[in-house]
């Protein structure tokens, strides 16, 4: 099979490789459409530690069931799927609550560390668990089911608090991921959402992605007017940090009212200062969020009924073969870039 390799940092050569067998309660996929992660287009200078090559990378993806291993039940040849990012061992104590995401034994499709290598979807194959597939109504392309896992980021994210209709919510960073919470939380009821981003672009999108109004957080009085988009300027029910420095912690934790709840999605920063106090008398709870926890079908259905747009997030469609030029485009922050699809 044609897969696209990390072969050394910041070279992705498209190339030859083994085709890989399904072992027992394994499917091999036929990818039809991997979508670029952040995470992916990070690790390729190596600074992450997470991408070491030879890798192949790759874990957002859909595509169709070509061959069934031994004990697999409920799925047949050419069933159209995605899967999960995350393999799991259903054994731990994390899993035996549900929380997957935080399984002791957890592993991440195209990531090569420390402690493993998995070899993921930027390929014409990737076997994976069949425990870890979903199926995909007949609406929703397999170019909308790439973007199936970043949505369950999102949503895992946008569950972590409870968020009642007519709530009031504040997103810093609208990227993907912020894009995408943005969306989740007005399906769920919030009415009051403001965007928050450095980039005039990204908040135009925000807008016709249904925030109710947008802030530059490069204005100096960016909390003023933050606070003078909310009831009696006293702040939003609910923030979420996208992005995971301390300058937007600090603004989501401004921006909330008494009571208020803030999650933790973006992680860019190991480390930052901390206004204990602000939170203490405030009373506001931070509650962190990894990755996703098997919201999959959830993220299907939204999909599905319309409810969230994945198309309008995605810049552009590529062949595979291409990847080097177009992720290195992407990690060069070329304008009018920021998730791109590849076709094997």
């Given amino acids: 099979m044609k897969a696209l390799v990390l072969e050394e940092y910041m070279k992705f050569v498209y190339k030859d490789v083994e085709t890989p067998k399904p072992q027992d309660g394994e499917v091999l996929i036929k990818i039809e459409a991997v979508a670029v992660c952040g995470s992916d287009v990070h690790g390729m200078d190596g600074s992450s530690g997470r991408r070491r090559p030879p890798i192949i990378m790759g874990h957002e993806a859909a595509g169709t069931i070509a061959e069934i291993g ?48 998995l070899d993921g979807a930027f390929a014409e194959y990737v076997v994976v668990p069949s425990y870890i597939l979903y199926r995909l109504p007949d609406n929703v392309t397999f170019t909308q089911a790439s973007m199936v896992e970043p949505l369950s980021i999102a949503y895992h994210a946008a569950t972590r608090v409870e968020i009642a209709k007519g709530a009031s919510v504040a997103i810093v960073g609208v990227g993907t991921i912020g894009m995408l919470i943005l969306q989740v ?57 996208a992005t995971g420095i301390e300058q937007t912690v600090s603004m989501c934790l401004k921006a909330l009212a ?29 509650f962190g969020s990894c990755a996703s926890a098997g919201e999959y079908n959830e993220c299907i259905k939204l999909i599905s009924e319309g409810k969230v747009d994945v198309d309008s997030l995605i810049s552009k469609t590529v062949p ?10 992407v990690y060069n922050r070329e304008d009018g870039l920021n998730k791109i699809v590849m076709i094997p």
């Avoid at 899967?83 to 090569?112: A, H, K, P, Q, W």
């Fill in 185 to 241: 939380v007005k399906a769920m009821g919030a009415e009051n959402i403001i965007a928050i981003d450095i980039d005039d672009e990204k908040l135009q999108m925000a807008l016709k992605m249904g925030a109710s109004s947008v802030v530059n957080s490069k204005d100096k009085d960016a909390i003023d007017k933050i606070l003078s988009k909310t009831k009696d300027n006293k702040g939003v029910d609910f923030a979420f940090d």
């Fill in 320 to 329: 595979m073969s291409e990847g080097h030029e177009w992720i290195t485009k």
């Fill in 70 to 117: 031994n004990g697999v039940e409920g799925y047949n040849v050419g069933d159209r799927v995605t899967f999960d990012s995350t393999i799991y061992c259903n054994e731990c104590s994390m899993c035996e609550m549900g929380n997957v995401n935080l399984c002791d034994n957890r592993r991440v499709l195209g990531v090569s560390c420390e402690d493993y290598k």
């Fill in 258 to 286: 008494l009571n208020g709840k803030l999650v933790l999605v973006g992680n860019l920063a190991p480390n930052i200062s901390f206004p204990l106090q602000w939170v203490v008398t405030r009373q506001l709870s931070l």
